[in-house]
Every structure is written in structure tokens, then in C-alpha cells.
């Protein structure tokens, strides 16, 4: 027998118990899906919105609106992420209809042209040029946004803030072992973003 | 496509490089977390209301089932009439005068008038396991169980698709449109209302067609691909309608959503087949054993389509001369 394949389906429990925690009015889960999602959301609109903040705003409010009416639809069939990001690219539209402006929209990975130049030259003795890198930092910030729970938080801590495992341990309210863990995970969501955004075979 | 490996090193320089991501704003965040949780809050009342008043309903029926055990069983769960599966943008349901947004997973009561505005709408009714999909601008409201009140716009009808039994097995479900009724007979169709005129189209199957008892048409039903048009009961005109017009298009951006995962490919191509209305045409030959492994995420059938093919072997393009969906190897 002969399967066509799709990406494997990945369970999005923890996120399904994030949604069912804030059905129950339980305030560390709304406080947790305000702490992570909200920023996300508003970047992924100002990228999409050629920085125009107050723009940013109000898509995101809507979307926000719309995300705390349905999110007992929210079934765990794909990431949290995903499922907000999926109102908002509607939100977006809607707003641009409205207001009867032609925004710059930012097609991320849609470019797989541009991204593999952009991996072809990253190597140090090949320097980017000033869009590239610009390019690249939206990607990669991008990808730190799609990752699971608060595996962005905790790369652009350890790696960008310099923080300690103690300090995000701190930060978290967990043990440093936990944290250690909880890095390496984060490490390879990462690694493995990219490489399902780009179907790149990454060992 | 690039083939290269990121290593943990190469993990930290870009982020190193690439630098911290926007932060949102404290005010941004305040003013968010303010609308955020009001409409929660909202919300989480809202649920909790339909809660408290389908379980007050479901009380006094019971008081109806005991006074009218000797004359029907039925009556138990005559509040309770339909529940929402899909929702695409302004949907809004009148209850207790009260008019709120209607979204999935609420349930709709008798006498409930819902109002489409820019959106649509997809219920699954109690009585029976029809599929009932409301187009933008509309509105209707359930009289009886087994029965919907067309005020304006358009509703469709679906009495079932892949792996569900159709036709005589379902409970009949009449429409009623400015007195006259339209009854399904195992059938996909769509019965739409304008100021001036009614007009009741068949895709599949046949309806029966009444105005004030009579049958409007001598044979007393309308086939499928045919569309017929009525101005103050009086029949205006019979034509011809595809089953892949644009017509019914918003219809298959509410199709059901369905579990692909080992979905056979070729059951797959008939589902969208039903939902679309374009028939397939095969210039590959696919086997009856290949199967799709995984769900699709989106949830209309052409995207599904799209989403099925993408990690295909096939490519499909659209004839609408032909109306068609034409299957070819992708090489």
C-alpha cells in the first residue's frame, strides 16, 4: 500500500490544556497565554503591517477579541500559535480592506529562493549585505515566534540577554535541571523549524 | 534546496546575530490584556448562560414529556434543536432578545433567529444528521424541530456525504419560505429568498415543492440540476443549474470537516467531488490502495484539495468547461 505522506501530526496537548485552563477562568493560564501570545501576535502584525503600530494594535485587539470567543473550538489540532496566527492573517486582511491601503506584506519562507541565498552566504568569510541580514533576522525571529510553549523566550535569554540557567530558572519559576532540559528542547525546536519550514535534512 | 546542517553553534550565532525580537509595548499590552479579558469574561459568561438555560429547558420538558408521553416520545428534546459546527466570520443569534455573536460549539434553541452578516454558517440539527449551511446576509430561525423559517437570503441543505447513509434513512426537514415549503428527498439543494422572488435550486437528488398544501409542480418534485423560480407562489421559471456553478461555492467553503488520515485517495477525490460539485477526471491512474497519511489543517474542500495534492505524486487543475477537476501525474 502506498501512503502520501503529510508532516507528521504533532499533539499540541500542552497547548490544548493552556485553552481548557482559560474555558475554566483559571488565571495562571490566561496570564500564561497573555505572557506568551501577546507579544508574538503583535510582531506578527507589525511585520505584516510595514511597522505600522497603531495598526499592529488594533488587528491584534480584534484578533484577540475573536480568540477569546472561540477558544473553546480550539482543539489541539495544530499549535496554538497557528491557530491565533490563522485569525489574524484575516484580521490583517480585513484591516487593509478597510482602511483601502496596500501594506507591505512580509512572505515569510513563502521565498525559498531568497532563503537559500541567505543560508549560502551566512557562512563568516561570506558576509550578508544589509538586506540580508535584515532578511534573516526577520526569519529568524519569525521562527523563534512559531516555537512551542516558551522555547523562544528561553533561546533569546540564554543566547541573545545572556542570562544564566539560574536567572531563567528564576524567571520561570523552575528547577535548573528543568531549565537545562527544557534548553536542549528548546534547542532543537529551533533547529527543527527550519528544517520543516524548508524540508532541509538537518541530522 | 539547501542542504545544511545547523549546529548548536551555528543555533547561537544566529540568534546572536539576529538580536532581541520586538517587544510589545507596555501600553500596547495593557490596552490588549483590557479588551482581552473583558470579552473573555464574556464569553465565559455567555457559555455558561446557554448552560444554565438548556439545562432549565431540558427540565421543563420533561414536564412536557410526562403530560404528552401517550402522544409522542419526540417531545423530550423539543428545545434543543440544532448545534453550530462551523462558523466564517459575523454570525449573530437573537435570544431572549438578546443579539450576540454565534460561534462553533454553541447550541441553538427553538424560536433562536439567527442573523448572518458578512459570514456563514454550518449546524448540525438534533432531529436528524443533515448538514445545513447558511449563506452571508441571511437569516432564519427554527419553528419546529423539523422545520426552518428562510426570512432572507440562502440556506443549503446536505443530506450527507462520504460514509453516512442519505436519503429516505434521514427525518425530513422542511424549509418554509413565504408559504411555501420545500422538502428534501436524499438530496443536496438550496432554497434562497429576495425581496421579490424564491428560488429553490437541486444539485443532487429531488424536493418536493408546496405552496399552501399543493404540490407546485405537477410531478411534484424538482430534479437535480435543475433550478426553478417563484414569484408570490406562482412558478416563474425552470432552468438548468451545474452542479459546479458559482452558485454554490460559498456552500463548499462550510464542507464538514473530515479526517483524511488513511483516507483512501480516491474516497478523498469523491468527497471533494460532493463538496464542489466538479465531477474528477482521471489522467492518472490511482490505486484504490493509496491512502493519505495525516489530516489536512484547512477547512474547505478546494483548500483540501490543495493541501492533499501538494504532498501528492498528482497535480489537479480546474475545467470549468467541463466542469471538472482534472487529476494529472505531477511530472
Given at each position: 500500500m502506498k501512503l502520501l505522506r503529510f508532516r507528521t501530526e504533532q499533539p499540541y496537548e500542552e497547548d490544548k490544556q493552556l485553552a481548557k485552563g482559560m474555558l475554566r477562568n483559571e488565571e495562571p493560564a490566561i496570564r500564561e497565554f497573555m505572557d506568551i501570545y501577546f507579544p508574538r501576535l503583535y510582531r506578527f502584525a507589525l511585520m505584516r503591517m510595514g511597522d505600522d503600530a497603531s495598526g499592529a494594535e488594533d488587528v491584534v485587539q480584534q484578533t484577540l477579541v475573536i480568540a477569546a470567543r472561540k477558544i473553546g473550538t480550539y482543539r489541539g489540532e495544530a499549535s496554538l500559535m497557528t491557530w491565533l496566527a490563522q485569525i489574524c492573517r484575516r484580521e490583517l486582511i480585513r484591516h487593509v480592506q478597510k482602511t483601502e491601503r496596500r501594506r507591505k506584506v512580509v512572505a515569510l519562507f513563502d521565498d525559498e529562493p531568497l532563503f537559500d541565498a541567505l543560508m549560502e552566504t551566512i557562512d563568516d568569510d561570506n558576509p550578508l549585505d544589509l538586506t540580508e541580514r535584515t532578511e534573516l533576522i526577520t526569519m529568524v525571529h519569525a521562527v523563534l515566534d512559531q516555537l512551542p510553549n516558551r522555547n523562544g523566550d528561553i533561546l533569546e535569554w540564554k543566547y541573545?540577554?545572556?542570562?544564566s540557567i539560574r536567572e531563567i530558572s528564576e524567571k520561570l519559576g523552575m528547577g535548573t535541571e528543568a531549565v537545562q532540559s527544557q534548553l536542549a528542547r528548546a534547542r532543537r525546536a529551533f533547529k527543527q523549524a527550519f528544517s520543516e519550514v524548508h524540508q532541509l535534512n538537518y541530522s | 534546496m539547501t542542504d545544511r546542517n545547523i549546529d548548536d553553534n551555528r543555533v547561537e550565532q544566529l540568534l546572536q546575530g539576529a538580536g532581541r525580537r520586538t517587544p510589545i509595548p507596555e501600553e500596547v499590552r495593557d490596552r490588549l490584556e483590557t479588551s482581552f479579558l473583558s470579552e473573555l469574561n464574556k464569553s465565559q459568561q455567555r457559555n455558561s448562560r446557554t448552560r444554565v438555560v438548556t439545562a432549565g429547558s431540558l427540565a421543563a420538558s420533561v414536564l412536557v414529556a410526562v403530560v404528552l408521553v401517550f402522544n409522542s416520545?419526540?417531545?423530550?428534546?423539543?428545545?434543543?434543536?440544532a448545534s453550530v459546527t462551523k462558523d466564517r466570520g459575523e454570525v449573530n443569534w437573537t435570544y431572549d432578545n438578546d443579539l450576540g455573536p454565534l460561534t462553533a460549539g454553541n447550541t441553538i434553541q427553538l424560536g433562536d433567529v439567527i442573523t448572518t452578516g458578512t459570514g456563514s454558517v454550518s449546524f448540525a440539527p438534533v432531529a436528524s444528521s443533515l448538514d445545513i449551511r447558511l449563506a452571508a446576509r441571511s437569516e432564519i430561525s427554527f419553528v419546529e424541530p423539523t422545520t426552518i423559517s428562510l426570512n432572507q437570503g440562502t440556506i443549503y441543505i446536505d443530506s450527507?456525504?462520504?460514509?453516512s447513509k442519505k436519503g429516505g434513512e434521514q427525518s425530513p426537514l422542511k424549509i418554509l419560505v413565504n408559504g411555501v415549503s420545500v422538502e428534501h428527498i436524499g438530496t443536496q439543494y438550496m432554497v434562497s429568498r429576495n425581496e421579490h422572488q424564491i428560488e429553490v435550486a437541486v444539485r443532487e437528488g429531488e424536493v418536493r415543492i408546496d405552496h399552501e398544501g399543493a404540490s407546485v409542480r405537477s410531478f411534484g418534485g424538482l430534479g437535480h440540476g435543475e433550478l426553478t423560480q417563484f414569484s408570490d407562489g406562482r412558478l416563474v421559471t425552470t432552468k438548468p443549474i451545474a452542479t459546479?456553478?458559482?452558485?454554490?461555492s460559498w456552500a463548499a467553503e462550510l464542507s464538514p470537516a473530515i479526517e483524511t488520515n488513511e483516507m483512501p485517495v480516491l474516497d478523498f477525490m469523491n468527497w471533494v467531488s460532493e463538496q464542489t460539485g466538479y465531477s474528477i477526471v482521471y489522467r492518472v491512474e490511482i490505486d484504490p490502495g493509496d491512502r493519505i497519511s495525516g489530516s489536512v489543517l484547512t477547512d474547505d474542500a478546494m483548500s483540501a484539495l490543495d493541501e492533499v495534492m501538494t504532498i501528492s505524486e498528482y497535480i489537479s487543475e480546474i475545467d470549468n468547461a467541463r466542469g471538472a477537476i482534472i487529476v494529472s501525474p505531477a511530472s
Open positions: 541573545i540577554d545572556g542570562l | 416520545g419526540s417531545e423530550q428534546t423539543r428545545d434543543l434543536v450527507g456525504y462520504i460514509g459546479h456553478d458559482s452558485r454554490w
